[in-house]
């Protein structure tokens, strides 16, 4: 039986449709169920209302209760606000690792109205699938085009694959059997 993932907007719409990004993730994670669920706004716990920022990790504890109500193996909320932990000036987001929950933020990946869809498109498809990895135990990864490799900026972002490397691959079976 295969796991889902469901997808919730967080807030306003994000700066790239749920539904494509649906489409996108079922066709690079097929071992998953890709749902959209309704919208999801009752987040005003974690915003930093003086840095104008959301805490992701005070968003990750919200939608840890959120989950619990939904018929969903995992849920990722993507947001069209800015995401922050203490000590980083912004993060593209952030998974319990390993755990159901996961947010990422469309916003710093649309980086000028001129950014094309299809970039914006492959931006937020990477972000996704590496917060998936996260969610399923895999670790940052020092393979720069490996899929689990940290993004501090954009251009990390842009230089790594929507995919998993070999050895991400290979943990993830281990993990999968356990
Ligand atoms: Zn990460
Ligand atoms: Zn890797």
């Known amino acids: 039986m295969s796991e889902t993932l469901g997808l919730t907007q967080l807030g ?3 700066h790239y449709p749920i539904n494509s990004l649906r489409e996108r993730i079922s066709a690079k994670l097929p071992d998953f169920s890709v749902q959209e669920l309704p919208p999801f706004d009752q987040l005003a716990e974690a ?8 805490h992701s990790t005070r968003v990750l ?32 987001g952030e998974a319990r690792c390993p755990g159901r929950v996961a947010v990422i933020s469309t916003l710093r ?4 109205p001129q950014t094309d869809m299809s970039t914006l498109g492959s931006r937020v498809l990477k972000e996704a699938v590496h917060e998936t990895g996260h969610m399923l135990g895999l670790r940052h990864c020092p393979d720069e085009s490996c899929v689990m490799h940290f993004s501090e900026r954009l251009s990390d972002t842009d230089r790594k694959n929507d995919a998993f490397c070999s050895d991400c691959s290979a943990s993830l079976r281990v993990i999968e059997v356990e």
């Open 12 to 14: 306003s719409p994000a």
């Open 47 to 54: 915003l930093d209302p003086s840095r104008g920022q959301y």
């Open 61 to 92: 504890a919200i939608l840890e209760e959120l989950v619990q109500t939904m018929n969903v193996n995992f849920l990722l909320g993507v947001a069209p606000f800015d995401l922050y932990v203490p000590g980083m000036n912004f993060v593209f």
């Open 109 to 112: 990946l649309k980086t000028d």
